[in-house]
């Protein structure tokens, strides 16, 4: 059975612990740097970016998650994780750097804190995905290595770029576990 290891500093932490079991494979809670060993992937969950990277920084494990994508180990983001991911966050703070754009956060503004939405997504051409969004970014200047697999009102919310998988929004909130299964099978 694939481990995949959710990123259990702050955020959205059980609801994907569940949905990874709803996947069919094996999860666990990462506190640690040692925690990643044995992992096949990792999820790094909605929350607080500025709170999450804070955390990473005491535990130490914004190397050891960098190392662990390096390695070729699949990573998938959704909302804060996705920020944590990018190469750029406007407005300069520090990110992980393992996808190449740029995320813009709380990028609906204020009108849209949170809302649904149905995609359609590039990778799924069975029905729509019904997306909840909770104060979310979305993704500018994505490099021409990246692909974009699902836009709301002309903005990036999904996209994939190699072993890293990224969404504006929460499919754990959901009980369409499409996005889960497709990271797990594809490419864990
Ligand atoms: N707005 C948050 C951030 O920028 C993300 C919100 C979320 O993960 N639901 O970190």
């Known amino acids: 059975m694939k481990k995949i290891g959710v990123l259990a500093l702050q955020g959205a932490v ?36 500025t709170t999450m990277r804070k955390i990473m920084k005491r535990y130490d494990l914004i190397e050891p998650v960098r ?20 190469k750029e ?4 703070e520090e990110s992980l750097g393992l996808i190449d754009t740029t995320a813009v956060r709380n990028g609906f503004g204020r009108q849209k804190e949170s809302f649904e939405a149905e995609l359609n997504v590039e990778i799924f051409s069975d029905a729509p995905f019904e997306a909840v969004f909770i104060r979310a970014p ?9 692909s974009v697999l699902a836009t709301f009102e002309d903005k990036i919310v999904a996209a994939k770029e190699a072993n890293i998988l990224v969404t504006a929004f ?15 099978e594809k490419m864990v």
Do not use: W
């Open 14 to 49: 059980d609801e994907h612990i569940q949905m990874i079991k709803s996947a069919g494979a094996l999860p666990s809670k990462v506190k640690h740097p040692s925690d990643l060993n044995g992992l096949d992937g990792l999820v790094l969950p909605g929350g607080e970016s």
């Open 67 to 86: 190392a662990f994508a390096k390695e070729g180990k699949a990573i998938f983001g959704t909302c804060a994780g996705l920020v944590l991911l990018s």
């Open 89 to 92: 966050i406007e407005g300069g």
């Open 138 to 146: 979305y993704l500018i200047e994505p490099s021409p290595e990246v």
């Open 170 to 184: 929460h499919p754990e909130l959901t009980n369409d576990n499409r996005f889960m299964r497709f990271f797990i």
